[in-house]
């Protein structure tokens, strides 16, 4: 088992920017990819951004170049760096990870931060 808690969200206006962290324990070992999902109200929760175990980033064409997401394998922790946020950007971000362990494959989420960027 995997447990995973978000921290870092708030209320900014546009063009300001957050941090969010989220930081993983128990079988931590385990961990092979982590990423950040957001959901906003009446919709779906969408992939923002994933980071592997070698560090190899993805990011969803909305949020490229103005997010970074980044890990620290020894802290187990990843973060997403959020600049030039717009008003489109609120939402319910979540941290997940998927673990693999003797073959088997799991995912994680956490509990979710709330992000609202005003206009």
């Known amino acids: 088992q995997v447990q995973l808690v978000e921290s870092g969200g708030g209320l900014v206006q546009a063009g300001e920017s957050l941090r969010l962290s989220c930081a993983a324990s128990?079988?931590?070992?385990?961990?092979?990819?982590m990423g950040w999902y957001r959901q906003a109200p009446g919709q779906q929760r969408d992939q923002v951004a994933l980071i592997d175990s070698g560090g190899t980033t993805n990011y969803a064409a909305s949020v490229k170049g103005r997010f970074t997401i980044s890990r620290d394998n020894g802290k187990n922790e990843v973060y997403l760096q959020m600049n030039s946020l717009k008003p489109e950007d609120t939402a319910v971000y979540y941290c997940k990870a998927d673990t693999s362990r003797f073959g088997r494959r799991s995912s994680y989420w956490g509990q979710g931060t709330q992000v609202t960027v005003s206009s």
């Open positions: 128990g079988r931590t070992s385990s961990i092979i990819n």
